[in-house]
C-alpha cells in the first residue's frame, strides 16, 4: 500500500526559521541599520553636491589662515595675525575655563541651597524655595541678557569705580588682584608636578597597606596632605617666590595691575552658576530626603549635632542618590555655555561661528564644535561614573 508523500524536511526547516523570533529581530535590526545608511549616505551626496557648486571642498586647511579678527578675552598670548587654528584654541580655553568655575561654585551654591531647603527655620527655608523656583523657571537665555544688561553695563566707569577691599567693579568689569610669574615660576611648576606624582604614589602605597592590613584609612587626605607640603617646600627654598600679587589700580580710563574679568565672562559665569545651582539644590534636597529617617535618630541617639549628622551620616550616604543626576547638571552646564553668543563673550561657539562668517566653512566648523563638546562630555561622564562606582554601595 503506497503512502501519501510528505513534505521535504528542508521546506519545514525554511518555514520553522522565518517564523524564529529571534530571526525576526536580527532582520528587523539588519533594515533598520541599512536605512539609516541609506539616509546618512544620501544626506552625504546632497551635501558634498552643494558644497562642489559652491566650488567648496572638505578639508580644514583654512585653518592655518590667518584669522583677522580679534578677541577681547584671551587667557593665551592672540593677536589677529594669528590663524584660524590659534583663535580655536583661545575659544576652547575660555569655554573649559568658564565650564570648570561653574561647576565648582555651582555645586557648592547648589549644596547650600538644598541644604537650606531642609532648613527649620522658616526664613531661610523660603528664601531657597523662592531661589529655585525662580531659577528653575526663568530661561537661562534671559538670565544671562539680564545680569549682562542690568548690572554690569550699568556700573560706574573706571574712574567711578565701585571699590570693595582690593577688588573694583566698573563698567569694563571686575578687576581683582592676580599673581604675576616670575622667572622661579617654570622651576616651581616642575616642582608641583613632582608633587602630584608623589601625592598619587602615596595614595597608592596607603590604598596596599590598607588591603594588607585591613584598617581603614583616609587615603585621599594623605595624597593631598603630600602635595601640600611639597608644594609649600618648594615655594618656601626657591630664591624667589614665584608668583608676586599684584593689586589693580585706577590709571586714567582704566585699570594697571592685577587682572580685569570681563563683564561678559563675569555675567555668563555667574548666569550658569546660579540657574545650575537651582537645579543642583533641587537634587541634593531630594538625596537628603531619601536618606532614611532611623539613620538620622541613630545619630542623634549617639549624641552628634545635627551638623555633624549632616556632614557624617546623611550627606555620604545621600551621595550615591546625588551622583546620577548632578552628573546630568555638568553636562548641561558645559553645554549651556555656549549662549555666551549671546552677550558676547568668544567661547568657542562664538569663535567657530566668527571663523564660519569669515570662511564659509560652516561644515567643518560646525564638526569641531560638535567633536570637543562630545569629548568634554564623555570626560565629565567618565570622572562621575568613577566617583559614583566609589561611593556606591558593594554587596558583599
Given at each position: 500500500?503506497?503512502?501519501s ?5 528542508p521546506?519545514?526547516?525554511?518555514r ?8 525576526i ?22 551635501m ?24 577681547s ?17 583661545v575659544?576652547?580655553?575660555n569655554?573649559i575655563v568658564?565650564?570648570?568655575l561653574?561647576i565648582?561654585l555651582?555645586?557648592?551654591l547648589?549644596?547650600?541651597?538644598g ?6 527655620n522658616?526664613?531661610?527655608n ?5 531661589f ?13 541678557v ?7 553695563l550699568?556700573?560706574p566707569r573706571?574712574?567711578?569705580?565701585v ?6 567693579l566698573?563698567n569694563r568689569?571686575v ?6 610669574p616670575t ?7 616642575s ?6 606624582i ?9 590604598h596596599?597597606?590598607?588591603e594588607q592590613s ?15 607640603v ?8 626657591l630664591?624667589q ?8 589700580e ?8 592685577g587682572r580685569?574679568?570681563?563683564?561678559e ?5 555667574i548666569g550658569l552658576v546660579?540657574?545650575t545651582?537651582?537645579?543642583?539644590g533641587?537634587?541634593v ?5 531619601a ?6 535618630e541613630a545619630?542623634?541617639?549617639?549624641g ?27 553636562l548641561?552646564?558645559t ?6 553668543v ?5 567661547d ?12 564659509g566653512?560652516a ?6 564644535v560638535?567633536?570637543?563638546?562630545l ?13 559614583n ?6 554587596e558583599r
Amino acid at each position: 500500500m503506497e503512502t501519501s508523500p510528505r513534505s521535504p524536511a528542508p521546506l519545514r526547516l525554511s518555514r520553522a526559521f522565518w517564523r524564529d523570533e529571534r530571526f525576526i529581530q536580527i532582520a528587523v535590526q539588519i533594515l533598520f541599520l541599512a536605512l539609516v545608511i541609506w539616509v546618512g549616505s544620501a544626506a552625504l551626496r546632497n551635501m558634498l553636491t552643494s558644497l562642489r557648486q559652491q566650488g567648496l571642498a572638505l578639508g580644514f586647511d583654512f585653518l592655518n589662515s590667518g584669522a583677522g579678527f580679534d578677541i577681547s578675552d584671551a587667557l593665551i598670548a592672540y593677536s589677529s595675525s594669528d590663524t584660524f587654528a590659534r583663535a580655536l584654541q583661545v575659544g576652547l580655553l575660555n569655554t573649559i575655563v568658564v565650564s570648570l568655575l561653574g561647576i565648582v561654585l555651582a555645586t557648592l551654591l547648589g549644596i547650600v541651597v538644598g541644604v537650606a531647603r531642609l532648613s527649620s527655620n522658616w526664613l531661610v527655608n523660603r528664601m531657597a524655595w523662592v531661589f529655585v523656583e525662580i531659577m528653575r523657571n526663568v530661561p537661562l537665555l534671559v538670565l544671562l541678557v539680564f545680569i549682562y544688561t542690568a548690572f554690569f553695563l550699568k556700573l560706574p566707569r573706571a574712574r567711578q569705580a565701585v571699590n570693595i577691599g582690593p577688588v573694583y567693579l566698573s563698567n569694563r568689569g571686575v578687576a581683582v588682584p592676580w599673581g604675576e610669574p616670575t622667572d622661579t615660576w617654570s622651576l616651581y611648576m616642575s616642582i608641583l608636578v613632582g608633587a602630584l606624582i608623589a601625592g598619587a604614589l602615596v595614595g597608592f602605597a596607603m590604598h596596599r597597606w590598607q588591603e594588607q592590613s585591613g584598617r581603614p584609612r583616609p587615603l585621599v587626605w594623605f595624597s593631598l596632605l603630600t602635595i601640600a607640603v611639597i608644594a609649600m617646600v618648594g615655594w618656601v627654598v626657591l630664591p624667589q617666590p614665584p608668583l608676586i600679587l599684584s593689586y589693580p589700580e585706577i590709571a586714567g580710563f582704566n585699570f594697571q595691575g592685577g587682572r580685569v574679568l570681563s563683564p561678559e565672562f563675569m555675567a555668563l559665569l555667574i548666569g550658569l552658576v546660579l540657574y545650575t545651582a537651582g537645579f543642583i539644590g533641587e537634587v541634593v534636597r531630594a538625596g537628603i530626603q531619601a536618606v532614611p529617617k532611623g539613620q538620622v535618630e541613630a545619630a542623634r541617639a549617639l549624641g552628634l549635632t545635627p551638623s555633624r549628622t549632616l556632614r557624617l551620616v546623611v550627606f555620604p550616604q545621600a551621595l550615591r542618590l546625588i551622583i546620577p543626576p548632578m552628573t546630568n547638571q555638568y553636562l548641561n552646564l558645559t553645554k549651556n555655555s555656549t549662549l555666551a553668543v549671546a552677550i558676547g563673550y568668544p567661547d568657542l561657539f562664538a569663535v567657530s561661528g566668527t571663523i564660519i562668517n569669515q570662511t564659509g566653512r560652516a561644515v567643518e566648523m560646525i564638526a569641531v564644535v560638535m567633536a570637543v563638546y562630545l569629548i568634554l562630555s564623555l570626560l565629565t561622564s567618565l570622572i562621575m561614573n568613577w566617583y559614583n562606582r566609589r561611593v556606591r554601595l558593594v554587596e558583599r
